[in-house]
């Protein structure tokens, strides 16, 4: 599953957001909102009883043979009338009986199924169902599991076939989603009734973890697997999308019509997947097999732009696992109100509205966290739905791996540089994440729920231990492995110690060490690097670990003396250790994991002039970024510091000379002198939107009228992030100006262009603007509701107005509740905080009725506040 924009994976939750918010609070400072501390959740208690429950994989008494189902929908009460033939067979002991799940359902009737021969194995017609006998079978059902007795004692060589009639009320289902998935309902009605008409009418099921069987009755665990057929009575003007092929499609007397879709290779009851709606659907191919994109109408122009490169993907993983994309189809939707950021259906991809851009979107998707989706997914259908985890203690066998596949692009499509930053990213945000929630082993026999395996460490720290992995093996052997664990465990459930045999059966070494340090323990090492060039002809390294847990890691040292640069593979294995290299000269630098893949926190003890030789010579970008970020704390002090600042303005990647951009400290004269002619090159030319508007916001903060044609020709960018970024430069400029500016601008007022058309008018302080927020607020989905919350309440503590201030402080709370994230709740209450204290000072300085208004105002937005941290404590 890809993370909520961002993985997705993607897209962790409230790492994602954090990012999210910092850029929309960045023109916010004029009402004097603080960015909000984080709440410090930790681990959580080791006393937890959850805690001492060993999560064992999911003992095997029957297994799922063959799966047939056929569904109507009851838009009024948000229903799901089916019927369900389950074929299924003893795994190894005989039985009589048999438990499916099925959560919250009204179980219409149970019976066996009578047939002659095993053709109900594969794919019964309904000429064979209605002529085949029926017995009823005795059950018990308490709303979660159906328990039936067998008509008799099956062997594992016999196979039988139960029916089940049933209406599906996942609205009533008792049932709790997490942090990852925000719900767990399984089917989802978006606008049934059509009452809302800026919201399409869809249908759409979410599986994972367990809430297919919300949906229909089945053993929902992710090691059963079993082939499909899903029949959907639609109305006829609707397009619908399931797993498998598209084998016929029956046209109904009652304007309806009956599509049926076909898996003939066995997948798991998470992975089943259901849509229904009126969507363009954009075709395209891969190797003969059909590639569809599924968007609504108003999209259709772009979703090659969105999707384009997806038959790229296929044959770029396909080549290096060595093994076929090898399902029969390939299709991507996106769908409204989505619970996650995408979720890996098998041929059937669910995305989140988040990925449905322009063209113009697109351009400022410079982090291509929507290509990380994309290939994050798709990656999956190898790694998640070809051979799926075995329980959820062994997430990683899905997630560590797609999250993966997004460097393994990146580096391909995008270059080293773009996949190195990407996996920078992740790194922090599994190492802020540990900080914050706490650390824990990569496989987890021991959690709370099985919600909480979905998280950094499962992501975006399982993503950086198979980089490690694949260093240190080589890139032969390490795909080599990977095609041989594919094929050997092609259509089954797997676990760690399969992916660590055929690493092992290639690479011919014991790799217990590294599995029992990464996947069986947690934390990762924090360093202490010293040097000593005392010695004549001699280097001398000294690496210390810090804490009690002593690790074992391969670490590549390149050593640059005398004008040459030499490898040299070492072991860390103590607390302390020395390394002693032989060196014609005193290094310029000794570039400590050179290759950069190691999840490690470092002291390096060294002087800045290695870093300015580190960003002239050594070629990874953590390199540079590291070189960069040293020499931009100096740049004021130091010359060559301030040199090398300079220089990375013009790094050969975009990601690089944003930095650098960012950081520079235009109020010293030397650096505004030598950066000015560049920033504004860079403000008008770069090939890139984010080092354009970085520019620009540099130019901004001097104030400086010579600028304002550069800013008016800004407006006319193809990028909203450049526009909106202009937009507030003119605004320090001329905030009437730019207010008129951004009136006329409202119309096509998409992605960044929006908070920065909204800072404008929270500086302007207009409470006639107050509707352009509610309507933004109104309009926006998923994470980009609570982006427009924040802008809401950035216009609502500028202005007097109470009853304009309550109602707004209503809708925003109502926004929050819906969410219902700890993170967000505690960022938002953050927000509410200081917006009542300027509330209470500006009503110190005034009288009578506006002192009485403001004090109503501020009790107001601290009852909020009250209610969102009462909501959060009940979570």
């Given at each position: 599953?890809?993370?909520?924009?961002?993985?997705?994976?993607?897209?962790?939750?409230?790492?994602?957001?954090?990012?999210?918010?910092s850029?929309?609070?960045?023109?916010?400072?004029?009402?004097?909102l603080?960015?909000p501390v984080?709440?410090?959740?930790?681990?959580?208690?080791?006393?937890?009883?959850?805690?001492?429950i060993?999560?064992?994989s999911?003992?095997?008494?029957?297994?799922?043979?063959?799966?047939?189902?056929?569904?109507?929908?009851?838009y009024?009460?948000?229903?799901l009338?089916?019927?369900?033939?389950?074929?299924?067979?003893?795994h190894?002991?005989p039985?009589?009986s048999?438990?499916l799940?099925?959560?919250?359902?009204?179980?219409?009737q149970?019976?066996?199924?009578q047939?002659?021969?095993?053709?109900?194995?594969?794919?019964?017609?309904?000429a064979?169902?209605k002529?085949a006998k029926t017995s009823p079978?005795?059950y018990?059902?308490?709303?979660k599991?159906?328990?039936?007795?067998?008509n008799k004692t099956?062997?594992?060589?016999e196979?039988?076939?139960v029916?089940?009639?049933?209406?599906?009320k996942?609205?009533?289902?008792?049932?709790?989603?997490?942090a990852?998935?925000?719900?767990a309902?399984?089917l989802?009605?978006?606008?049934?009734d059509g009452?809302?008409?800026k919201?399409?009418i869809?249908?759409?099921?979410?599986g994972?973890t367990?809430?297919s069987?919300?949906?229909?009755?089945?053993?929902d665990?992710?090691?059963?697997?079993?082939?499909s057929?899903?029949?959907m009575?639609v109305?006829?003007?609707?397009?619908?999308l399931s797993n498998?092929?598209l084998?016929?499609q029956?046209?109904?007397?009652?304007?309806t019509?009956?599509?049926t879709?076909?898996?003939?290779?066995?997948?798991a009851?998470?992975?089943f997947?259901m849509?229904?709606?009126?969507f363009?659907?954009?075709?395209?191919?891969?190797?003969?097999?059909?590639?569809?994109?599924?968007?609504?109408k108003?999209?259709?122009?772009?979703?090659?732009?969105?999707?384009?490169?997806?038959?790229?993907?296929?044959?770029?993983?396909?080549?290096?696992?060595?093994?076929d994309?090898p399902?029969?189809?390939?299709?991507?939707?996106i769908?409204?109100?989505?619970v996650?950021?995408?979720?890996e259906?098998?041929t059937?991809t669910i995305?989140?509205?988040f990925?449905?851009?322009?063209?113009r979107?697109?351009?400022?998707d410079d982090?291509?966290?929507?290509?990380?989706?994309?290939?994050h997914?798709?990656f999956?259908h190898?790694?998640?739905?070809?051979a799926?985890?075995?329980?959820w203690?062994?997430?990683?066998?899905?997630e560590?791996?797609?999250?993966?596949s997004?460097y393994?692009?990146f580096?391909?499509?995008?270059?080293?540089?773009?996949a190195?930053?990407?996996a920078?990213?992740?790194?922090?945000?599994?190492?802020?994440?540990?900080?914050y929630?706490?650390?824990?082993?990569l496989?987890r026999?021991?959690?709370?729920?099985k919600?909480?395996?979905?998280?950094a460490?499962?992501?975006?720290?399982?993503?950086?231990?198979?980089?490690?992995?694949?260093?240190?093996?080589?890139?032969?052997?390490?795909?080599k492995?990977?095609?041989?664990?594919?094929?050997q465990n092609?259509?089954k459930?797997?676990e760690?110690?399969?992916?660590r045999?055929?690493?092992?059966?290639?690479?011919?070494?014991?790799?217990?060490?590294f599995?029992?340090?990464?996947?069986?323990g947690?934390?990762?090492p924090t360093?202490?690097?010293?040097y000593?060039?005392?010695?004549?002809g001699?280097a001398?390294?000294?690496?210390?670990?810090k804490?009690?847990?002593v690790?074992?890691?391969?670490?590549?040292?390149?050593?640059?003396a005398g004008?040459k640069?030499?490898r040299h593979?070492?072991?860390?294995?103590?607390?302390?250790?020395?390394?002693?290299?032989?060196?014609?000269?005193?290094?310029d630098?000794i570039n400590?994991?050179?290759?950069k893949?190691?999840?490690?926190?470092k002291?390096?003890?060294?002087?800045?002039?290695?870093y300015v030789f580190?960003?002239?010579?050594?070629?990874?970008?953590?390199d540079?970024?590291e070189?960069?970020?040293?020499c931009?704390?100096q740049?004021?002090s130091?010359?060559?510091?301030?040199?090398?600042?300079?220089?990375?303005?013009?790094d050969?990647?975009?990601?690089?000379?944003?930095?650098?951009?960012?950081g520079?400290k235009?109020?010293?004269?030397?650096?505004?002198?030598?950066?000015?002619?560049i920033?504004?090159?860079l403000?008008?030319?770069?090939?890139?939107?984010?080092v354009?508007?970085?520019?620009?916001?540099?130019l901004?903060?001097?104030?400086?009228v010579?600028?304002t044609s550069?800013f008016?020709g800004?407006?006319?960018d193809?990028?909203?992030?450049?526009?909106?970024?202009?937009?507030n430069?003119?605004?320090?400029l001329d905030?009437?100006?730019?207010?008129q500016?951004?009136?006329s601008?409202e119309?096509?007022?998409?992605?960044?262009l929006g908070?920065?058309?909204?800072s404008?008018y929270?500086k302007?302080?207009?409470?006639?603007?107050?509707p352009?927020?509610a309507?933004?607020?109104?309009?926006?989905?998923?994470q980009?509701?609570?982006?427009?919350?924040?802008?809401?309440?950035?216009i609502l503590?500028?202005?007097?107005?109470?009853?304009?201030?309550t109602?707004?402080?209503d809708?925003v709370?109502?926004?929050?509740e819906?969410f219902?994230?700890s993170?967000?709740n505690n960022?938002?209450?953050?927000?509410?905080?200081?917006?009542?204290?300027?509330?209470?000072?500006?009503?110190?300085?005034a009288?009578?009725?506006?002192?009485a208004?403001?004090?109503?105002?501020?009790?107001?937005?601290q009852q909020?506040?009250?209610?969102?941290?009462?909501?959060?404590k009940e979570?």
């Amino acid at each position: 599953m890809g993370r909520a924009y961002f993985c997705l994976k993607q897209q962790f939750m409230h790492l994602q957001l954090k990012n999210t918010f910092s850029i929309l609070l960045a023109g916010f400072a004029v009402i004097g909102l603080c960015a909000p501390v984080l709440a410090q959740s930790g681990e959580q208690s080791k006393e937890d009883p959850a805690l001492q429950i060993y999560r064992s994989s999911p003992t095997k008494i029957n297994n799922l043979v063959h799966t047939k189902l056929d569904v109507r929908f009851d838009y009024a009460k948000r229903q799901l009338n089916g019927k369900a033939w389950i074929t299924l067979q003893p795994h190894f002991y005989p039985t009589d009986s048999l438990t499916l799940d099925a959560k919250g359902m009204d179980i219409k009737q149970v019976s066996l199924v009578q047939t002659s021969g095993a053709a109900v194995l594969k794919f019964p017609s309904e000429a064979m169902l209605k002529t085949a006998k029926t017995s009823p079978l005795k059950y018990e059902y308490d709303g979660k599991e159906l328990r039936l007795k067998l008509n008799k004692t099956y062997k594992s060589s016999e196979s039988y076939t139960v029916f089940v009639e049933y209406t599906a009320k996942p609205d009533e289902a008792e049932v709790k989603g997490s942090a990852a998935i925000t719900d767990a309902k399984g089917l989802y009605f978006i606008n049934p009734d059509g009452k809302d008409p800026k919201k399409p009418i869809q249908i759409w099921t979410q599986g994972e973890t367990e809430s297919s069987s919300v949906w229909f009755p089945t053993i929902d665990k992710t090691n059963q697997k079993t082939t499909s057929e899903i029949s959907m009575t639609v109305d006829k003007k609707y397009v619908s999308l399931s797993n498998g092929k598209l084998v016929s499609q029956k046209p109904n007397a009652d304007g309806t019509r009956t599509d049926t879709w076909r898996m003939e290779l066995p997948h798991a009851p998470y992975l089943f997947m259901m849509a229904v709606g009126d969507f363009a659907v954009i075709k395209d191919q891969w190797r003969g097999k059909e590639v569809n994109y599924y968007v609504e109408k108003e999209y259709a122009p772009h979703a090659k732009a969105i999707f384009g490169n997806t038959p790229e993907m296929m044959t770029f993983y396909s080549k290096i696992l060595g093994y076929d994309y090898p399902w029969v189809k390939y299709s991507q939707i996106i769908v409204r109100d989505y619970v996650s950021g995408a979720m890996e259906n098998t041929t059937a991809t669910i995305h989140g509205d988040f990925l449905q851009k322009t063209d113009r979107e697109l351009l400022d998707d410079d982090d291509r966290q929507g290509e990380a989706v994309i290939a994050h997914e798709l990656f999956h259908h190898w790694f998640g739905d070809l051979a799926t985890c075995e329980s959820w203690s062994n997430l990683t066998m899905n997630e560590s791996f797609a999250d993966y596949s997004e460097y393994l692009w990146f580096e391909h499509k995008f270059g080293k540089d773009a996949a190195d930053e990407h996996a920078y990213s992740a790194m922090n945000n599994y190492m802020e994440s540990a900080e914050y929630q706490g650390d824990h082993h990569l496989v987890r026999f021991h959690y709370h729920d099985k919600e909480n395996m979905f998280d950094a460490i499962t992501y975006q720290k399982g993503g950086r231990i198979l980089n490690m992995l694949r260093n240190y093996v080589g890139d032969e052997a390490f795909f080599k492995a990977l095609n041989l664990y594919l094929k050997q465990n092609a259509f089954k459930s797997t676990e760690a110690h399969q992916l660590r045999l055929a690493m092992e059966e290639v690479t011919g070494q014991d790799m217990n060490w590294f599995f029992n340090q990464w996947y069986f323990g947690e934390g990762y090492p924090t360093l202490d690097i010293n040097y000593d060039y005392s010695q004549s002809g001699t280097a001398k390294v000294i690496i210390s670990q810090k804490g009690d847990k002593v690790w074992d890691l391969p670490i590549a040292i390149d050593v640059y003396a005398g004008g040459k640069k030499e490898r040299h593979n070492v072991r860390v294995t103590e607390k302390e250790n020395t390394f002693s290299f032989p060196v014609s000269a005193k290094p310029d630098f000794i570039n400590i994991d050179a290759d950069k893949v190691l999840i490690v926190k470092k002291t390096d003890r060294r002087d800045l002039g290695t870093y300015v030789f580190q960003y002239k010579n050594a070629p990874n970008y953590l390199d540079r970024r590291e070189a960069i970020e040293a020499c931009l704390k100096q740049q004021t002090s130091n010359p060559a510091a301030r040199a090398t600042v300079i220089a990375a303005l013009k790094d050969k990647y975009e990601g690089l000379r944003s930095l650098a951009i960012g950081g520079l400290k235009l109020d010293n004269n030397d650096i505004k002198t030598a950066a000015l002619p560049i920033l504004t090159d860079l403000a008008k030319s770069d090939a890139h939107s984010q080092v354009r508007a970085a520019a620009i916001k540099q130019l901004g903060r001097l104030k400086d009228v010579q600028y304002t044609s550069l800013f008016e020709g800004a407006l006319k960018d193809r990028s909203y992030l450049v526009e909106g970024t202009a937009l507030n430069a003119l605004a320090e400029l001329d905030i009437k100006k730019a207010y008129q500016l951004a009136k006329s601008m409202e119309k096509d007022a998409r992605g960044l262009l929006g908070s920065g058309i909204a800072s404008v008018y929270a500086k302007n302080g207009d409470v006639s603007d107050v509707p352009f927020f509610a309507q933004k607020l109104e309009e926006s989905t998923g994470q980009d509701k609570i982006g427009a919350a924040i802008m809401y309440l950035n216009i609502l503590g500028s202005v007097d107005d109470t009853q304009i201030v309550t109602k707004g402080i209503d809708e925003v709370v109502a926004v929050v509740e819906n969410f219902n994230n700890s993170w967000v709740n505690n960022y938002i209450i953050n927000l509410l905080t200081p917006m009542a204290k300027k509330k209470q000072e500006k009503a110190a300085t005034a009288s009578g009725d506006a002192k009485a208004a403001l004090n109503k105002q501020a009790a107001y937005i601290q009852q909020a506040a009250q209610k969102i941290k009462e909501n959060t404590k009940e979570e």
